[in-house]
């Protein structure tokens, strides 16, 4: 059996405050087109549960008992606590791709797999709305994914060259240790398209002005990720199964589902807009006694308008791939990536390496970025990694934040456990 409840758990995402949506009169799960555009934003984390592997701390990262994606560790010092206010000076981590003092280009497939979002009647036959399928792809979306900055290259300040958005991030934070040609780098490729099939009851959705489907789609938190996740490594029937059993996402890949404006929801409120994790196969005869991680995130295209500025087009996807590549395994071996207590500018407060959730919701939170294909994209700026351990001494300029410096002035003050 796959361990799916414990990588599940492992989930680290972003989400809206709860939102008064109002009840069309045509479908009773029908939503306004405007009903998102006052919500305010509110982090939603679900902490790390199980993996407890003892994945002990190295240099080479990725130790042989874990077949994954290539990562490095490091250290640093600063006074904190745990979890129960005891006093921790010493805290790992692991990043993806080597060390900064390594000189070339890792580079990692990047498999982005668009999603057919399928909502169903209650019995499972096709439902229609004003005669149209309620059937929404993210097929559309793919080409400007592509040529947004997270995956073609632009000029950012942290590089001598044209790179993507994640690798200058990640230079940024390493900046006066950095070879001049170091860099890691995604290589995308659309995979086959995925399909989610979902009964009524278990979403929402609002329509188009022409009253096809659909301006955005909310979906109940617990349907959609077991709706994501296979239930046992040979189940086909979810996105990740199917592209896993078809040799299309590996362990060795950074892998994207990408959703069409398709959003969550449920006792937190609503609406998380991606998260990044792993599905987890347990060491077993099956896979030479080798325990799995395939990385992966849900993210969404945000069409302009729903939410604002804050939110919009690549900023999930760019969100959850720089969060990856600073915390590629969610902290779920209780030791790397678990950091001081912190509490940020938008409010959340977290003992972990998730770098987008330090800035996203802040007015400043995304980075406008024109690209060739004349559209103005909004990746999300992020914090380095002196906010969370109060050194800059490495980073660019001395920077907290990045690509936009001034979005953070200064380190986190450390904190009591829960912030308390």
């Given at each position: 059996m796959k361990m799916r409840f414990l990588s599940l758990a492992s989930l680290a995402f972003f989400a809206f405050a709860t939102l008064g949506l109002a009840q069309q009169t045509m479908e009773s799960d029908q939503l306004s087109i405007t009903a998102l555009q006052n919500?305010?934003?509110?982090?939603?984390?679900?902490?790390?549960?199980?993996h407890k592997n003892g994945m002990a701390h190295a240099r080479q990262g990725t130790p042989a008992t874990i077949d994954s994606i290539?990562?490095?560790?490091?250290?640093?010092?600063?006074?904190?606590?745990?979890?129960?206010n005891n006093p921790v000076s010493h805290w790992y981590t692991s990043m993806v791709g080597v060390?900064?003092?390594?000189?070339?280009?890792?580079?990692?497939?990047?498999?982005?797999?668009?999603?057919?979002?399928d909502l169903r009647n209650a019995d499972g036959t096709p439902r229609f709305v004003n005669g149209q399928p309620l059937v929404y792809s993210a097929e559309q979306?793919?080409?400007?994914?592509?040529?947004?900055?997270?995956?073609?290259?632009?000029?950012?300040t942290s590089s001598s060259t044209p790179t993507q958005y994640t690798d200058a991030v990640q230079r940024a934070e390493y900046f006066n240790s950095a070879k001049a040609d170091w860099?890691?780098?995604?290589?995308?490729?659309?995979?086959?398209?995925?399909?989610?099939?979902?009964?009524?009851?278990?979403y929402q959705f609002a329509l188009n002005p022409d009253g096809t489907c659909c301006a955005y789609i909310l979906v109940d938190y617990g349907t959609f990720v077991n709706a994501l996740f296979p239930a046992v490594a040979s189940d086909t029937t979810t996105p990740i199964g199917a592209a896993e059993n078809a040799g299309e996402v590996t362990t060795k890949d950074i892998s994207t589902f990408l959703f069409p404006n398709v959003f969550l929801s449920g006792d937190f409120g609503c609406c998380v807009l991606g998260f990044h994790s792993y599905d987890f196969e347990p060491a077993s005869d099956k896979n030479k006694f080798v325990e799995q991680r395939y990385v992966v995130n849900y993210s969404s295209w945000i069409s302009p308008g729903l939410f604002g500025d804050a939110f919009t087009d690549v900023t999930a996807t760019s969100h959850e791939l720089s969060e990856t590549f600073n915390d590629p395994f969610v902290a779920?071996?209780?030791?790397?990536?678990?950091?001081?207590?912190?509490?940020?500018?938008?409010?959340?407060?977290?003992?972990d390496l998730e770098d987008g959730d330090v800035v996203e919701g802040l007015s400043n939170a995304t980075f406008?970025?024109?690209?060739?294909?004349?559209?103005?994209?909004?990746?999300?700026?992020?914090?380095?990694?002196?906010?969370?351990t109060g050194d800059n001494s490495n980073s660019i300029h001395g920077a907290f934040s990045?690509?936009?410096?001034a979005v953070l002035t200064g380190p986190t003050t450390f904190q009591r456990a829960g912030c308390q």
């Open positions: 919500s305010t934003d509110k982090d939603v984390h679900v902490t790390p549960n199980g290539q990562t490095w560790n490091g250290q640093y010092f600063a006074n904190g606590v745990d979890s129960n060390p900064p003092n390594n000189h070339g280009t890792t580079t990692f497939n990047a498999p982005i797999v668009p999603i057919i979002m979306y793919v080409d400007k994914v592509l040529q947004s900055p997270v995956f073609t290259p632009t000029n950012y860099h890691t780098i995604l290589a995308p490729s659309v995979k086959t398209p995925r399909r989610m099939i979902l009964k009524r009851g278990t779920s071996d209780g030791i790397h990536n678990v950091t001081p207590w912190w509490l940020s500018p938008n409010g959340n407060c977290q003992n406008p970025t024109p690209m060739p294909n004349g559209f103005t994209y909004h990746p999300q700026n992020e914090a380095l990694l002196p906010f969370f990045y690509p936009n410096e």
